[in-house]
């Protein structure tokens, strides 16, 4: 028993660094064919917005399409992002536990 309680502080532990070391895991995510492009990092951070250059200079009627392809790429960015995050924390842990049927640690990443 004591070796189990052993084992789950090392998961507690390598699971905060590996949460800690999420702001390097990036995605991006495109809409518009590319026009507009979104990155985030694993904590979900939005790091970096592109704007095709011919977007801007359109007429000011074309502002809810740039928005609307601002949240596309910011909702696929973070999409991505999410199932990076969940494998960086897995490979983190692997091999600490057991594998037993119905344990989720998805509760541990935040």
Request: no cysteine.
């Amino acid at each position: 028993m004591m070796d189990m309680f052993g084992k789950m502080k090392e998961v507690q532990s390598r699971m905060q660094d590996a949460q800690q070391s999420l702001s390097a895991v990036t995605e991006t995510g495109e809409s518009g064919a590319g026009l507009v492009k979104v990155t985030v990092n694993g904590l979900k951070n939005v790091l970096k917005i592109e704007i095709d250059p011919d977007l801007i200079k359109s007429p000011a009627e074309d502002r809810e399409m740039l928005q609307d392809l601002i949240v596309a790429a910011t909702n696929k960015a973070m999409a991505n992002v999410e199932v990076k995050a969940r494998e960086h924390l897995r490979k983190a842990t692997e091999g600490l536990l057991p594998n037993i049927p119905g344990l989720n640690l998805d509760g541990l990443m935040g």
